[in-house]
């Protein structure tokens, strides 16, 4: 909070991202709008993922599709916005990865993500899409997956804080 001065609360002034209504509204609008593709090109059935994911078997290549096609809209988009303008229109910087060499933690990481969505069909975005559903299936997953998080970022932090590496 703030320190006590002469019985007066001093409250440091709120950032502009953390009270922006525009960039809350954004954020539901985007997150509806993905839940919509997903739902509509059906990739929130495990079934349809686990079919993309058997090449060597039943193959379902609905996936390339939807990948295409969010590729086929995002790219011209960020090439032509992203080198142009100096912060976006609803907040203070961009937000764009600074780590461009690929460490242990990022193949664990795709390894350990890749055995999961293997094994189930579902990764996060579908999974909250599929909230809606009301299957009790999701709702372990993705009390599982926020579990996973949070050891994850404890190890994470350990490592760090030590100056191990895996």
Not at 53 to 68: N, S
Request: hydrophobic letters at 50%; a positive charge.
């Amino acid at each position: 909070m703030g320190e006590i001065s002469d019985k007066k609360q001093v409250v440091a002034p709120p950032t502009v991202e953390a009270n922006n209504t525009k960039l809350n509204f954004m954020a539901l609008f985007t997150g509806i709008l993905l839940s919509v593709g997903l739902t509509v090109s059906t990739m929130v059935d495990p079934a349809r993922v686990i079919g993309f994911l058997d090449i060597l078997g039943a193959w379902d290549p609905a996936l390339v599709f939807v990948m295409l096609g969010a590729i086929i809209v995002y790219m011209p988009l960020y090439w032509l916005l992203i080198p142009r303008k100096r912060k976006p229109l609803l907040g203070s910087e961009f937000h764009l990865p600074s780590k461009v060499k690929v460490d242990r933690f990022l193949v664990i990481g795709a390894v350990t993500f890749g055995i999961g969505w293997g094994v189930t069909g579902i990764c996060p975005g579908p999974a909250i899409a599929n909230i809606s559903k009301g299957n009790f299936f999701i709702f372990i997953f993705i009390l599982s997956m926020v579990v996973g998080m949070l050891v994850a970022s404890k190890v994470n932090s350990s490592i760090m804080c030590s100056g191990k590496s895996i």
